[in-house]
Structures are given as structure tokens and as C-alpha cells.
């Protein structure tokens, strides 16, 4: 609402941004929906692809989390070309897990896993670790949820390293969430 006041373009930009990521943290797709609608519209009509490229991830995020696949793997990569036309480097691990998580949403577990490790070796190179956590437990889930390993009731070693590596990691940055 105060970058609605200030009549500022880029700063409520950001703001819907910004309100569309902690919407996707808490999983609640229509405001997700809504915000990256209206910072979309006012991305392009402003002439800002950084946030055009955020919100075009996102609504392709949400939109295979509710049933469009393809579609909305379509939308994500759209939103990733944009991100790399303009030569942007920043939130590309996030970008990766988000587009991750929704490979393991359709079922496509190693496809999953393989661009959570493109995301955690580009963490490694650049030192942008607030997803990490989420990064190892999604590894584990995908290595867990996966047919084509054969497992057993117990939870297997890989899986739990993952598991584990993730709450040290959350627990070491004094993460309240994920």
C-alpha cells in the first residue's frame, strides 16, 4: 500500500514481488496469482523485465502446482529467458528450485534432482544460500518419492543425509521457516 502512495512504479513492482513470494512459501496460489497479475501488467506497461521475468516464473509456478503442466512449464521458462536476456545472475538458485519443484511435482523425480544439483553448484559459486535448506530436503523428498529407486519402509541413508543436511543448514541460519 505505501508504494501504491508513492506512485512509484518500480517499488510496487517490487512490493507485489516480493508479497508473490512469501504467498509461495505459504502455498496460497491465488494471491500468488494475484500479485504476479498486477506486477506483470505493471512490469510490462513500465518497461521493467526484471520483475516481468519474476512474475512470469511465478505464475508458471503456480500454475503447474495447480494442474497446468505444461503450460505453466512453458510460462517458467519464458520468465527464465527474460532473466537471462537482461544478463541477470541473482536469484538463479531459486529460480532453479522453484522450477525443481515443480519437475517433482509432475512426477519427473530425476529431471528434479538434476537441476537441484545445477542450483546447489551455483550456490556454491556465488554464495546465495537462503534457499538452501529447502534445496537438500527437496532432494530428499525427490530421492524418497521416486519409483524407479526401489525402497524399502526405512528411510534410506541418502534420503535422510539430505533431510539432514537441510535442518543443520536451516538450523545454522536461524531459519523460521522452510
Partial sequence: ELARALGHPFSLAEAL???AVVSICMREYAAVRAYTDEALALATTQGLPHWAAHAALYQGW??????????????????????QDIGSALARPWFLTLQAEVYGHLG???????TLTAALHLVAATGERHYESEMYRLMGMFLWQDPA???????P?????????ALQIARRQQARSL
Fill in 17 to 19: 514481488i516480493f508479497s
Fill in 62 to 83: 503456480t500454475k503447474v502446482m495447480q494442474g497446468q503442466g505444461q503450460e505453466g512449464l512453458a510460462q517458467m521458462q519464458h520468465g527464465q529467458a527474460i532473466w
Fill in 108 to 114: 519427473e523425480y530425476a529431471v528434479a534432482r538434476a
Fill in 149 to 155: 529407486a526401489s525402497r524399502g519402509p526405512a528411510l
Fill in 157 to 165: 541413508a541418502d534420503v535422510e543425509q539430505h533431510l539432514q543436511r
